[in-house]
C-alpha cells in the first residue's frame, strides 16, 4: 500500500519534509541527422551522447560524419519515466507543499540546495546530482555496458537476455542527503 511504501527507508524524511520539492525526469537526449539516402531530417537517441557538450564533442572528434548532425536538439520522456512520475507525485504530494517539475537540463546547481529532489531516469543523465550521488554510493553506471558495478564489492550487475522477450534488468533506488542537509533519491529504470 501507499502507506507501507511512505514509512520505507527509501522515502524517509522526504515525505513529511517542509522543504520544497523538485521531481528530476531524466529525459533522454536527442539530435538531428539527415539521411543521407533519403535527405530527410531524423531525431537519434546515442546512449553515449547525453548531452549538447557530449555531442559537440563527438563530432568534434569524428568531422567526417559531424555534416548533417546535430543541428537540432530536443529531448524524450520514457513512458516509465511518467508513470513513475505520477506515482511518486501521488506519494510525496500533500495540501500546502511546493512542488516543481523539471527536465533533467533544466535543474540548476542552485537546486540542489534549496528543494528536496527526487530524480526519476537514467543514470546517465544526473547531470549535477552526479557528483552528490557519486560521493555517497557505491553504484556507478557504465556507459558501454549498460552495467552497474559495486565498487565495494566489485560485482558486476549487467543486463541478461534479448529485450524482446523475457530478460534481466537492473534498476536502481538510492536515497543520500544533499548539500543542505536536503533528501535525495535517485529512482532508474531497468
Known amino acids: 500500500t501507499t502507506a507501507e511504501i511512505a514509512r520505507s527507508p527509501l522515502w ?17 537526449f536527442m539530435y538531428t541527422h539527415v539521411d543521407p539516402l533519403t535527405g530527410r531530417v531524423q531525431l537519434v537517441r546515442d546512449r553515449a551522447i547525453n548531452s ?39 506519494l510525496v504530494s500533500r495540501p500546502g507543499r511546493q512542488i516543481e517539475v523539471r527536465a533533467r537540463d533544466d535543474l ?23 557528483g552528490h550521488y557519486e560521493l555517497q554510493s557505491r553504484y556507478r553506471y557504465n ?11 566489485g560485482k558486476t550487475f549487467l543486463p541478461e537476455g534479448e529485450v524482446t522477450v523475457k530478460h534481466t534488468e537492473y534498476a536502481l533506488a538510492a536515497r543520500f542527503v544533499g548539500p543542505s542537509g536536503n533528501h535525495i533519491v535517485i529512482l532508474t529504470p531497468g
Do not use: C, H, W
Open 12 to 28: 524517509s524524511g522526504i515525505i513529511d519534509s517542509n522543504r520544497p520539492l523538485m521531481l528530476v525526469l531524466g529525459d533522454g
Open 52 to 90: 549538447s557538450e557530449e555531442l559537440r564533442v563527438f563530432l568534434a572528434e569524428n568531422p567526417s560524419i559531424a555534416t548533417g548532425r546535430g543541428q537540432r536538439y530536443t529531448s524524450m520522456l520514457q513512458k516509465s519515466t511518467a508513470i513513475g512520475m505520477a506515482s511518486v507525485l501521488r
Open 108 to 130: 540548476q546547481v542552485d537546486d540542489l540546495q534549496k528543494y528536496d529532489i527526487v530524480y526519476i531516469g537514467a543514470l546517465s543523465r544526473l547531470g549535477p546530482l552526479a
Open 143 to 153: 556507459q558501454q555496458t549498460t552495467a552497474i558495478r559495486d565498487i565495494v564489492t
